[in-house]
């Protein structure tokens, strides 16, 4: 098996020592540039690769032939926050690969643990070959979890990163063989763009909310960042909120 390996963030790694530890080293590496890189010294040192085969950023979209020369098998993408040409998905003989946080075909996109809580859609981990729609591609596994009441955006996403992992690993013999069976996305789901967030972050002091609405939209905007939490102005202020919710033990 030749692959490429394209990610970013701790599950990456996780997910590439996994792959090394079957046997199997990637050809070439794409990773994040230094102004959004998480991990890269990390994948880099795991990958063994020298700086030829080691692309930064959007670099690798300069060096399709290049890239050509390797024979692939697959790409995997492991949250890996590039656009990807369409010759790149079709570079691999297999296909380029994703592993995704969500349940597809529900929470396509950006902000997946958010808009679960948000929207009451179900959540989970897919890995699925990827196409030009984002995240349209054909499903090769995944596993539902259950969006506690207690969850934030920020624990859910936490939670579903051991999940992905599971799906990958469980995914994997398939993989190596060549022969992964992946099935279509059959209904419709739910997807939203990166800036849908900034749509609903706003609390306004003279709308009627349930309970319900108001306590989702306040844990749904909980994340690692408080640029992303909901807020209200009084005046010339701005007032973020993040809750961190816990259950009464007996």
């Known amino acids: 098996m030749r692959y490429a390996f394209a990610g970013d963030r701790k599950i990456s790694v996780t997910i590439l020592k996994f792959i090394i530890s079957k046997g199997y080293k990637p050809s070439a590496l794409f990773i994040s ?60 003989k297999i296909g ?18 958010s808009w679960a809580i948000i929207d009451g859609t179900p959540y989970g981990a897919t890995l699925h070959f990827m196409t030009e729609k984002l995240d349209e591609g ?34 994997f013999e398939s993989i190596k063989n060549l022969k992964p069976k992946s099935t279509p996305q059959t209904h419709v789901g739910t997807n939203h763009s990166k800036k849908d967030l900034k749509s609903v972050q706003e609390i306004d002091l003279n709308k009627t909310y349930s309970g319900r609405e108001l306590i989702d939209l306040l844990r749904g905007l909980t994340t690692n960042k408080i640029e ?14 993040q809750v961190n919710i816990s259950k009464q033990i007996n």
Request: aromatic share 16%.
């Open 228 to 241: 992303e939490a909901a807020y209200f102005k009084k005046g010339d202020d701005t007032y973020y909120i």
């Open 138 to 171: 054909n499903i090769i596994h995944q596993k539902k979890i259950e969006v506690k009441p207690s969850d934030t955006a920020h624990t859910l996403y936490n939670r579903v990163m051991t999940v992905e992992e599971e799906v990958f690993t469980k995914a």
């Open 33 to 92: 540039d230094s102004t959004k890189s998480s991990h890269c010294k990390e994948l880099i040192d795991l990958s063994g690769l020298t700086d030829d085969f080691i692309f930064r950023g959007n670099s690798f979209k300069n060096n399709f032939e290049k890239l050509q020369t390797l024979n692939l098998d697959y790409i995997f993408g492991i949250h890996f926050p590039y656009i990807i040409p369409t010759e790149f998905l079709e570079l691999p």
């Open 96 to 113: 380029f690969l994703n592993l995704h946080p969500a349940y597809l075909p529900y929470n396509k996109g950006w902000h997946t643990p």
